[in-house]
């Protein structure tokens, strides 16, 4: 009995974090159009159709319609299923690592505005100001609510990151894009300076290796850009639930 109540559980929070998401996509695609996202409910681009509230349970919907609208049989994007199994998967890491504690849903939180980052930054290559303020308003709420780093550490990961970006910037224009120092600068009152330079590390490691995949299969020249932004993100949720063993793991190398 217990085991069934457990996979039950885990479904609920898999269920809640893949429906948050479902609305992420919603924000994702309105927020560069400037279209307002808590208006007005969902429909196909193509056909206009309002969407059923039979049709919004995430993930599933999409497999059950083969990924065409009910109504004209457009395309929808297997990116809409993919990012609401990503907060589904991003749910249940939260509470593995974090419990069932204000840590879960303060990380689930800062998750949640790095995804649409993220995607955002992808698709635009800009990141929003707005987004920056919500990562400082949720880095502010955690800290209030006593949720880890201590306050030093927040303070110094504001600036580890972000401040060397920018006089790196100023130094060689274009080396950083301004959303993306101010993002570091957010995110890094969220994570405090440890997991901050742990995320810059893998970023412009992952960062590295897909601008070397770029010219090496000449997709882009040398001096053109290509969005920072996803890295900076994808290396930040990795540093919120792994940086802490791979700093020990790192440290470990110089203990002999
Ligand atoms: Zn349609």
New binding site residues.
């Given amino acids: 009995m217990i085991y069934i109540a457990n996979v039950f559980f885990y479904f609920l929070i898999f269920m809640a974090g893949a429906g948050i998401f479902s609305f992420l996509n919603v924000v994702v695609y309105r927020l560069p159009k400037k279209i307002s996202f808590v208006s007005g409910r969902s429909h196909?681009?193509?056909?206009?159709?309002t969407l059923r509230w039979y049709d919004m349970v995430p993930v599933f919907n999409w497999f059950y319609l083969r990924g065409k609208?009910?109504?004209?049989?457009?395309r929808i994007s297997f990116r809409y299923p993919a990012v609401e199994t990503l907060g589904g998967v991003l749910a249940l890491l939260c509470v593995h690592r974090f419990g069932l504690e204000a840590e879960a849903i303060a990380a689930f939180a800062f998750l949640c505005v790095l995804t649409v980052v993220a995607l955002i930054d992808a698709d635009t290559m800009e990141i929003p100001n707005g987004l920056v303020i919500w990562l400082l308003v949720i880095a502010i709420v955690a800290w209030a609510c006593g949720v880890e780093p201590a306050w030093k550490d927040r303070l110094i990961g504001l600036v580890c990151v972000s401040v060397p970006m920018l006089l790196l910037t100023l130094a060689i224009p274009g080396a950083f894009g301004g959303g993306d120092i101010k993002l570091m600068g957010a995110a890094g009152l969220f994570l405090g300076w440890k997991l901050c330079l742990t995320a810059m590390f893998l970023a412009i490691l992952t960062g590295g290796i897909y601008g070397i995949y770029l010219l090496a299969t000449r997709k882009k020249g040398k001096k053109e850009h290509f969005a920072f932004g996803p890295f900076l993100c994808v290396g930040m949720a990795a540093a919120l639930f792994w940086g802490e063993q791979l700093l020990d793991w790192y440290l470990s190398l110089y203990h002999f």
Avoid: Q
Avoid at 44 to 49: L, T
């Fill in positions: 196909c681009p193509s056909c206009d159709a609208c009910r109504d004209c049989g457009a």
